[in-house]
């Protein structure tokens, strides 16, 4: 599939670039939401949907210009971001362990990215690397994370944030990558769908979640607790 052109251009290149486009508008759209509803959860979607935009724009254009300073660029979005991201499941700690262990995940994180761009690591072998931070960090903690939150609120309005802005995070950082690792035609094509679907995923949910709040403001059991 990476072999077709489209445009006079390789699908390699083409794909990430209508990724990063389509996570860019979802990132900008979903400020809006942020500045009106501020939380760990939104923070870790507004994260996800900004790192995200990010990494596959730079990938893209490291695919087609072949230099190697837009895949550290790749990798500097994903590992920071995915830094971000676990902001929220640090959160079962207690208040004043969450910011240090925070700034000791990024401080690892950061090294490991200089790391591969001093080591003569290959860029497959980086593009693994980094898939397989993105399965564990991404996909199955902070993804299954939210969706556990979700299961566990009360609230109907966090339920659909949550449950369904985790399966956006893990649609894309868990699915996505598992069945792009098959490296099979119908396992390529459908990594793309999964990650196309995550942003509409998330935004969805929230949105969703936002109208059955203002419908329940009067129910003091409906209301969001302080933190998501």
């Not at 006079?8 to 996570?23: A, D, H, N, S, T």
């Amino acid at each position: 599939m990476m072999s077709l052109t489209m445009f006079g251009l390789p699908m390699g290149v083409i794909i990430p670039m209508f990724i990063g486009i389509v996570y860019s508008i979802g990132a900008i759209v979903f400020v809006r939401v942020y500045l009106r509803d501020r939380g760990e959860l939104m923070a870790a979607f507004l994260a996800f949907l900004i790192s995200m935009a990010t990494a596959n724009i730079f990938m893209g254009l490291g695919m087609y210009t072949g230099n190697m300073i837009f895949m550290f660029l790749t990798m500097f979005a994903i590992f920071t971001g995915s830094a971000f991201l676990l902001k929220f499941p640090i959160t079962v700690f207690p208040q004043q362990w969450r910011q240090p262990l925070f700034y000791i995940f990024l401080v690892i994180v950061l090294a490991v990215n200089v790391w591969m761009i001093v080591s003569p690591i290959p860029g497959d072998q980086m593009s693994e690397i980094a898939m397989i931070f993105m399965i564990i960090v991404n996909g199955i903690i902070t993804g299954f994370f939210m969706i556990w939150t979700g299961i566990r609120a009360a609230s109907k309005s966090v339920k659909i944030k949550a449950i369904g802005g985790g399966l956006g995070v893990s649609s894309c950082c868990l699915v996505s990558h598992v069945l792009f690792s098959t490296q099979v035609d119908i396992g390529l094509i459908s990594s793309v769908f999964f990650q196309f679907i995550a942003p509409f995923l998330i935004l969805g949910s929230v949105y969703a979640g936002r109208r059955v709040q203002n419908q329940s403001t009067t129910n003091p059991s409906q209301t969001s607790p302080v933190g998501i």
